[in-house]
């Protein structure tokens, strides 16, 4: 049972353009969310997050957006750069403990 | 600051055999977690301290896996016999304290292990 979904596996986006990753939750009562970045060979590094009583949170070129009624949040990133090249996690987290999805693929392509 | 510390980087056993983890989070951090990662999936959480003693184990599968912080800093995870499906890259990572209102985790490099 997964509590927070990462649909796609993979996206490619051009350099310079905006790259946008999806995550959907299905527990109402997470506080906050998180995003990740995970290059290969090490471990994940906290990119963002979200309180669950805020809709949007910027910090430089990446923005997080929620939709508490949707279930589903969103980074934005603006422009790409090819360092963004990663595998990007989406997590949820109540007072306890984080869950994370499976993550996406970014390929930011030259 | 020094970044979350893990050995080994990477480990190959056989099945049946016992393998164990080393982890020295960051200075200070009290929460400390050991996650397991199988190969396309997310992090999952095993297990998690606060200081010495758990929080949070209930992922973990007791019949085969054992963590402790017996001082509160450094941890170790053991696998004992390990199987096939145990194959993964297991992740420490630490926080402040047990108050996640950022959320934020601090991750070492990981261990992959192989059960052949």
């Known amino acids: 049972d997964q509590q927070v979904k990462q649909n796609s596996p993979s996206l490619s986006v051009q350099e310079g353009r905006i790259s946008i990753l999806n995550c959907d939750y299905t527990?109402?009562?997470?506080?906050?969310f998180l995003w990740y970045k995970k290059y290969p060979a090490e471990g994940p590094t906290f990119l963002i997050s979200?309180?669950?009583?805020?809709d949007k949170n910027e910090d430089g070129r990446f923005t997080v957006f929620l939709n508490k009624s949707a279930k589903h949040l969103s980074l934005h990133i603006v422009p790409s750069q090819p360092g963004d090249s990663a595998v990007y996690f989406c997590?949820?987290?109540?007072?306890?403990?984080?869950?994370f999805g499976k993550g996406t693929r970014l390929h930011i392509l030259p | 600051e020094a970044g979350v510390a893990q050995s080994p980087r990477y480990k190959i056993i056989e099945k049946r055999q016992s393998v164990a983890f080393w982890c020295n989070p960051i200075?200070?951090?009290?929460?400390l977690y050991w996650y397991q990662q199988i190969l396309g999936q997310g992090p999952k959480l095993l297990i998690q301290?606060?200081?010495?003693?758990?929080?949070?184990d209930s992922q973990l599968p007791k019949d085969r896996f054992s963590a402790e912080r017996l001082k509160g800093v450094d941890s170790t995870l053991k696998i004992q016999p390990a199987k096939l499906e145990d194959s993964a890259v297991y992740l420490c990572?630490?926080?402040?304290?047990?108050?996640?209102?950022?959320?934020?985790?601090?991750f070492g490099p990981g261990t992959r292990l192989t059960v052949l």
């Open positions: 990572a630490s926080s402040l304290d047990l108050e996640l209102a950022t959320g934020e985790q601090f």
């Open positions: 527990n109402s009562m997470f506080d906050y």
């Open positions: 979200i309180s669950s009583i805020k």
């Open positions: 997590a949820a987290g109540g007072w306890d403990k984080i869950i």
């Open positions: 200075s200070g951090h009290a929460t």
């Open positions: 301290f606060q200081n010495n003693g758990v929080v949070d």
